[in-house]
């Protein structure tokens, strides 16, 4: 392709972002907005099939009946969206094969969130409360990003997430509202998942390498630290509600700004997770991996039936 026929193409392309207009897969696109999606897109991916792990622990242990269908079913809309997104990332231009290839090999990266472990039934409670409450935050934005495939797959996420969210809530609060014993199981869980959840919205705005270009292209409506601001603003009345307390001494009502300011994370933990020297790193890819290897004979048996019944059609047709 000439440089010119290239200029122009950006230009078409340009001109769509700037209406708001949806880039579908058969559209041109510049490369590196290509590739900036496959980064994103399968770093999703892979957060919310990791994610099912530290729940998956407690499906067995929950306290009861009723609790288990809802566990059960919350880890399931997981790997809903797990799928939805793969096959969204798909569509530009990578297999499935190559992207779990990057997940089991540690290239690509998930959210650090759930590198952390799940000690108590409180835990649930927390991870569906604070941590699906951080992600329905940074995702309903993306309902409105520039990709089609990715924009339309968030639509169903976030419905779902919202009863995620719900289901942990309650959880705390039914925790926060039984004996001190429970109470202060419910509070040791916000104890040790309020800085993580904090931290899972991405870097300071300042250290953000992506955000800049992304929300040129419109893959990113709202930077981190704005997500932040906004989880943290929801979030505090809602423990106050339950009667637990935020763990960050320095929170404080900011009367001018009309939000909370809060104090400052712990971003060296932050990447020390991010390059894998988390708590759960080394068990989480290592559960990913193992299940793909027990997998496999069902693959293969799928593929082979898959395979008899093209041939059968095959025959039947001559
Ligand atoms: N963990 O320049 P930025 C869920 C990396 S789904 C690990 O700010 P960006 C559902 C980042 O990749 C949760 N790495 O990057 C659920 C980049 O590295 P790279 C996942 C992180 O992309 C609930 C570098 O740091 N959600 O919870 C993290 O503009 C319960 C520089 O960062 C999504 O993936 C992190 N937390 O902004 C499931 C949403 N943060 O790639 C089960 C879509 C940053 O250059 C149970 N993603 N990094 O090597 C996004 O919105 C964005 O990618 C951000 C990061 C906001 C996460």
């Given at each position: 392709?000439?440089?010119?026929?290239?200029?122009?193409?950006?230009?078409?392309?340009?001109?769509?972002?700037?209406?708001?207009?949806?880039?579908?897969?058969?559209?041109?696109?510049?490369?590196?907005?290509?590739?900036?999606?496959?980064?994103?897109?399968?770093?999703?991916?892979?957060?919310?099939?990791?994610?099912?792990?530290?729940?998956?622990?407690?499906?067995?242990?929950?306290?009861?009946?009723?609790?288990?269908?809802?566990?059960?079913a919350k880890i399931q809309d997981e790997a809903g969206h797990g799928l939805y997104l793969y096959?969204?990332?798909?569509?530009?231009?990578?297999?499935?094969?190559?992207?779990?290839?990057?997940?089991?090999?540690?290239?690509?990266?998930?959210?650090?969130?759930?590198?952390?472990?799940?000690?108590?039934?409180?835990?649930?409670?927390?991870?569906?409360?604070?941590?699906?409450?951080?992600?329905?935050?940074?995702?309903?934005?993306?309902?409105?990003?520039?990709?089609?495939?990715?924009?339309?797959?968030?639509?169903?996420?976030?419905?779902?997430?919202?009863?995620?969210?719900?289901?942990?809530?309650?959880?705390?609060?039914?925790?926060?509202?039984?004996?001190?014993?429970?109470?202060?199981?419910?509070?040791?869980?916000?104890?040790?998942?309020?800085?993580?959840?904090?931290?899972?919205?991405?870097?300071?705005?300042?250290?953000?390498?992506?955000?800049?270009?992304?929300?040129?292209?419109?893959?990113?409506?709202?930077?981190?630290?704005?997500?932040?601001?906004?989880?943290?603003?929801?979030?505090?009345?809602?423990?106050?509600?339950?009667?637990?307390?935020?763990?960050?001494?320095?929170?404080?009502?900011?009367?001018?700004?009309?939000?909370?300011?809060?104090?400052?994370?712990?971003?060296?933990?932050?990447?020390?997770?991010?390059?894998?020297?988390?708590?759960?790193?080394?068990?989480?890819?290592?559960?990913?991996?193992?299940?793909?290897?027990?997998?496999?004979?069902?693959?293969?048996?799928?593929?082979?039936?898959?395979?008899?019944?093209?041939?059968?059609?095959?025959?039947?047709?001559?």
């Amino acid at each position: 392709m000439s440089e010119k026929e290239v200029k122009n193409l950006e230009e078409i392309f340009d001109a769509k972002i700037a209406r708001d207009e949806k880039i579908e897969p058969k559209d041109w696109m510049p490369e590196k907005y290509r590739q900036t999606h496959i980064r994103q897109i399968s770093q999703h991916a892979h957060s919310e099939i990791v994610g099912m792990l530290p729940e998956g622990n407690w499906i067995t242990r929950a306290p009861s009946l009723k609790r288990k269908v809802a566990l059960l079913a919350k880890i399931q809309d997981e790997a809903g969206h797990g799928l939805y997104l793969y096959s969204a990332c798909e569509t530009l231009g990578i297999s499935r094969e190559e992207l779990y290839e990057q997940l089991h090999s540690g290239k690509a990266k998930y959210s650090s969130i759930f590198n952390y472990p799940t000690l108590t039934w409180a835990d649930m409670g927390a991870i569906g409360w604070l941590v699906d409450g951080a992600a329905i935050i940074n995702q309903v934005p993306l309902c409105s990003t520039s990709y089609g495939p990715y924009a339309r797959a968030m639509v169903r996420v976030c419905k779902e997430e919202s009863f995620h969210q719900r289901q942990g809530f309650q959880i705390m609060m039914t925790l926060a509202e039984g004996t001190p014993e429970q109470k202060e199981m419910a509070q040791d869980a916000l104890n040790r998942w309020w800085w993580p959840s904090l931290m899972m919205l991405g870097p300071l705005d300042a250290e953000s390498v992506h955000t800049e270009q992304s929300m040129k292209w419109k893959l990113k409506r709202k930077s981190n630290d704005e997500l932040r601001q906004q989880f943290v603003d929801q979030t505090v009345p809602q423990a106050d509600m339950i009667g637990l307390t935020i763990p960050d001494p320095d929170l404080k009502w900011n009367e001018e700004k009309k939000s909370y300011d809060f104090g400052e994370m712990n971003w060296d933990e932050f990447w020390q997770v991010v390059k894998g020297h988390g708590p759960c790193n080394k068990e989480r890819i290592s559960a990913r991996v193992n299940a793909w290897e027990k997998g496999k004979w069902v693959r293969d048996a799928a593929m082979a039936y898959a395979e008899k019944k093209e041939e059968k059609v095959v025959k039947q047709a001559i």
